[in-house]
């Protein structure tokens, strides 16, 4: 029978946790990114312990250092901070950022407006499909639209997902630059009172916004099932809210009150009259409606202040959740759809080896540590590569 998590546990554990499972080579590694445009010791860490004390400023020269680190503070909570001119525990306030990855933190509870199987701080494997998508669409349009390659993901230890680019013109872009892309990539706008919350214009569909489309499309009966979007009165009116043109917007109505309360029959009937008022009516205004509900539902819901910041903390790869006692793993983007929140190790049963998800969690642990393996690799490829064309560049000179 494995033991219940106990935060309080969390300081006897986490000096076994930080010396036996933590990646401390690695993460030194990824952290250092070539040492380039400065070193490891330039990086700012921050801790919170046990006593909520906050420490930021922490900086660290080596795997070595971390160790000692880890071993005299004992975080209870591990974030990052940006890449500073000079060693940040010595410049503190006047230090100037120099660089930091290009980072997105997408959190359910953004979601809570749309999802209805749970709220606030609650997640299960119904509204994680939330988070596939996002996962997919985010990946997808950071490779295919601005060329990133040095991508990682990390669960963020309860209930979201947080992405961070290390490519070297990632992590110098400037603050509009971080505005500009989390623009870009943010379709869903307005606060609790507007009720459409997407509005696509042209006469074509940006080349983006078609691909998330198709990629929502993927998993958008199955969501409309499993979050029964539109099969209660609330939810109806929800969706008829959404819809700008009055007659389009009764005859939805007249037609889905009679209806079973079968969300997803509820919805393909909804595009069999939305087609038909199409047909014999002057559509501009709601010509893209069907894409801009999908979008409604199911695109990503980015927390922008995160990306757009840039010397913003974020929570460490490898670091415990207090409160749930989880690892924010790393995982692959293409195996986020297999991916069980019970099957993410937690430190008490790494820590316990007669826990029954004991094994099966050392093993998700290893393959976590693997996939992170895969990207510091990558990173450390791609950024001796582009040192090399730099000085190549300069030397013609
Ligand atoms: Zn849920």
């Not at 010791?41 to 006593?51: G, V």
């Not at 079973?260 to 069999?272: G, M, T």
């Not at 008022?277 to 709601?286: A, E, S, Y």
């Not at 826990?355 to 895969?374: D, G, L, P, V």
Request: aromatic share 10%; net charge neutral; glycine share 4%.
């Amino acid at each position: 029978m494995a033991k219940q998590y106990d935060e309080g546990m969390l300081s006897d554990m986490l000096p076994i946790y930080y010396s036996r499972h933590f990646p401390q080579s690695l993460f030194c590694r990824w952290l250092s990114c070539g040492n380039y445009p400065q070193p490891l010791a330039n990086r700012e860490l921050s801790f919170t312990l046990a006593d909520d004390v906050y420490l930021r400023y922490l900086s660290i020269s080596n795997q070595k250092e971390l160790q000692t680190l880890f071993q005299k503070k004992c975080p209870h909570k591990l974030d990052i901070g940006p890449v500073y001119n000079i060693k940040p525990s010595i410049g503190r306030h006047d230090a100037i950022v120099l660089a930091r990855e290009l980072v997105f933190d997408i959190d359910l509870t953004d979601y809570d407006e749309i999802r209805t199987c749970c709220q606030e701080a609650n997640v299960c494997d119904k509204c994680w499909r939330f988070m596939v998508i996002a996962c997919e669409v985010i990946n997808t349009a950071l490779k295919e639209d601005f060329g990133f390659q040095n991508i990682l993901w990390v669960f963020s230890g309860r209930r979201g997902i947080h992405c961070w680019v290390s490519d070297h013109d990632a992590r110098t872009l400037d603050s509009p630059g971080r505005t500009a892309v989390a623009d870009y990539l943010c379709l869903i706008t307005g606060g609790d009172n507007q009720n459409k919350k997407v509005n696509l214009v042209g006469d074509n569909l940006h080349s983006s916004i078609r691909r998330s489309i198709n990629i929502i499309d993927k998993y958008f009966n199955i969501i409309v099932q499993e979050q029964e979007f539109f099969s209660t009165k609330e939810g109806l009116s929800k969706l008829l809210r959404v819809i700008p043109d009055e007659t389009l917007r009764k005859q939805t109505e007249e037609t889905l009150d009679k209806l079973a309360p079968s969300s997803l029959e509820r919805w393909e009937a909804f595009i069999q009259i939305y087609n038909q008022f199409c047909k014999h009516n002057n559509v501009r205004k709601i010509k893209y409606l069907i894409e801009e509900i999908k979008i409604q539902y199911c695109y990503p819901r980015l927390d922008v202040h995160v990306t757009k910041g840039f010397n913003h903390l974020l929570k460490s790869p490898f670091s415990i959740h207090p409160k749930t006692g989880k690892v924010s793993v790393v995982f692959k983007p293409e195996n986020i759809n297999s991916m069980k929140l019970d099957s993410v190790p937690t430190i008490h049963t790494l820590l316990d080896d007669s826990a029954k998800e004991n094994t099966q969690h050392e093993a998700n642990m290893r393959t976590a540590i693997k996939s992170f393996q895969e990207v510091v690799f990558l990173l450390e490829k791609t950024e001796a590569l582009r040192r090399k064309t730099e000085t190549s560049i300069s030397l013609d000179f």
